[in-house]
């Protein structure tokens, strides 16, 4: 089953574009690349999500690559509460979100 | 529109006791998918139900048990609790099984086994 790898843990200055990578070297063509963020104790927020072109929403911009090997959240204004994990996973096969492999996430801690 | 409900928020019980968690989809929604989150764990996969239907099960033991009612709203049910059972239980809906429709996740239902 497809995986994404994220870095454990990033920082940003409040006001400032938090940038949060994510590596999915294994994408086959009909996956879709979702972000998700999980605030300490809440659900996970659905944020974002693309097949291969790039996407913007009211909260977020999402940046895939050409090959499709890897992606890149963006919140261009980051504020206090988007500390949060930020979940990038792939899903690709209808009716099945058992095979949705949710890793650990990025904790993004966004300062003062 | 309301998002998704669950009920109770939290709860404790006892080792060897059952728990019936409930979980209300947004309207429309078809599809609702059960998962458990440890700390230190990604969410793990329970079940997926759409139309009444169980479509998927994860590899949890056969304590483990839901079910969806004809108005999409679902249940799971764990018998025999254990110690190891104390986690946040998530439930997420979507308008269909489609890998283009998001999920759609309620604040969870946190269970405390002592």
């Known amino acids: 089953d497809a995986k994404t790898t994220q870095p454990t843990s990033m920082d940003c200055a409040e006001g400032r574009a938090a940038n949060l990578p994510c590596n999915h070297s294994?994408?086959?063509?009909?996956?879709?690349v979702y972000w998700y963020r999980q605030i300490h104790s809440q659900g996970p927020q659905y944020i974002i999500h693309?097949?291969?072109?790039?996407e913007t929403n009211e909260m977020a911009s999402l940046i895939i690559t050409e090959d499709r090997k890897s992606s890149t959240l963006i919140l261009p204004h980051a504020t206090l509460r988007d500390t949060a994990v930020y979940y990038c996973?792939?899903?690709?096969?209808?009716?099945?979100?058992?095979?949705?492999?949710w890793g650990l996430g990025t904790s993004l801690a966004v300062n003062p | 529109k309301a998002g998704v409900t669950q009920t109770p928020r939290y709860l404790i019980k006892t080792r060897g006791q059952q728990v019936t968690l409930s979980c209300s989809p947004i309207?429309?929604?078809?599809?609702v998918s059960w998962y458990q989150q440890t700390p230190g764990q990604g969410l793990q996969f329970l079940f997926e139900?759409?139309?009444?239907?169980?479509?998927n099960k994860g590899n949890f033991p056969g304590r483990f048990s839901g079910r969806q009612f004809s108005n999409s709203r679902s249940e799971m049910n764990v018998s025999t609790l254990e110690l190891g059972d104390s986690a946040l239980y998530l439930c997420?809906?979507?308008?269909?099984?489609?890998?283009?429709?998001?999920?759609?996740f309620g604040n969870g239902t946190r269970l405390t086994v002592t």
């Open positions: 693309g097949l291969k072109n790039n």
């Open positions: 309207s429309g929604h078809r599809s």
């Open positions: 294994t994408i086959s063509g009909n996956e879709y």
């Open positions: 996973i792939l899903r690709f096969e209808a009716g099945n979100n058992r095979k949705l492999i």
């Open positions: 139900y759409f139309s009444e239907t169980q479509r």
């Open positions: 997420a809906s979507s308008t269909s099984s489609s890998y283009n429709s998001p999920l759609h």
